[in-house]
């Protein structure tokens, strides 16, 4: 019994061992973001512009705080408004789409769609780079509802999936 209890005990030491030294490396990888928390220590993000065509008053700021809890719960990252930040976020809805008769039934329109454009550009201030990119979501909603009852059904969800593919985008090399 003795014998089992001290092989439990020394695997248990070792298994804490090997979790010591992991988290005592630079990089760190959560949620599958990978950050090298040796260089990159802060990040800003600018307020996020709508200059789609059409302006729903309620996206740009709740995509803007929905990335800044994102990068805030994910990463170790220090928010800052410094100029000289590691990384600067700037972003700008470009495009607000609802489109008709995406479905159609008995020559009725059924589904119509609302697409969302952002594009991105990430500033690297240590690596003296700089990435842009677009991201797009779209969501389908009945031709029954008007679009100001489709937006109240799927601001949140467009909000969430445009922030993870944002986010992802930044700090998962998709």
Not at 12 to 32: M, R, W
Not at 77 to 98: C, E, F, K, M, S
Request: net charge positive.
């Amino acid at each position: 019994m003795k014998l089992i209890r001290s092989l439990s005990n020394t695997k248990l030491f070792l298994f804490s061992l090997l979790l010591l030294a992991l988290t005592g490396c630079g990089i760190y990888t959560l949620n599958d973001v990978s950050i090298d928390y040796t260089k990159i220590k802060t990040i800003k993000v600018f307020f996020i512009e709508n200059k789609a065509s059409y302006v729903n008053p309620q996206l740009s700021p709740k995509l803007y705080d929905k990335l800044l809890q994102k990068i805030t719960n994910s990463t170790k990252l220090t928010r800052t408004n410094n100029d000289d930040a590691h990384y600067q976020v700037t972003a700008t809805i470009t495009g607000y789409n609802p489109s008709q008769t995406v479905g159609i039934s008995a020559q009725q329109a059924t589904t119509n769609r609302l697409t969302v454009t952002v594009h991105i550009v990430l500033k690297k201030t240590l690596e003296n780079k700089t990435e842009d990119f677009d991201v797009s979501r779209s969501a389908d909603f009945s031709a029954n509802l008007s679009l100001q009852q489709a937006e109240g059904q799927l601001l949140d969800e467009m909000v969430r999936n445009l922030t993870d593919e944002i986010f992802n985008h930044i700090f998962s090399n998709w």
